[in-house]
């Protein structure tokens, strides 16, 4: 199981936080993510996701990941 925190620009409401989160969670391999405006932290299964697949689902759904 791995970890990480990710820095989210373009989140200003919790709108955005609830739309993060969703396209976070669908990602294959998630077992839990905790986002709150401008981060997030991730708990995933490296044998089945990757950090970049996360990152790539944040950007589908509008927001920048630095």
């Known amino acids: 199981?791995?970890?990480t925190?990710?820095?989210i620009d373009g989140?200003?409401?919790q709108h955005c936080v609830m739309r993060v989160k969703k396209a976070i969670?669908?990602?294959a391999g998630v077992t839990k993510?905790?986002?709150a405006v401008g981060s997030a932290t991730?708990?995933?299964d490296e044998s089945?996701?990757?950090k970049e697949d996360i990152i790539a689902a944040i950007e589908?759904?509008?927001y920048k990941v630095s």
Request: aromatic share 4%; with cysteine.
């Open 11 to 13: 989140m200003s409401c």
């Open 1 to 3: 199981m791995a970890e």
């Open 33 to 35: 993510s905790d986002v």
């Open 5 to 7: 925190t990710l820095k």
């Open 48 to 50: 089945k996701a990757k």
């Open 42 to 44: 991730i708990q995933f």
């Open 60 to 62: 589908k759904a509008g």
């Open 25 to 27: 969670d669908a990602v």
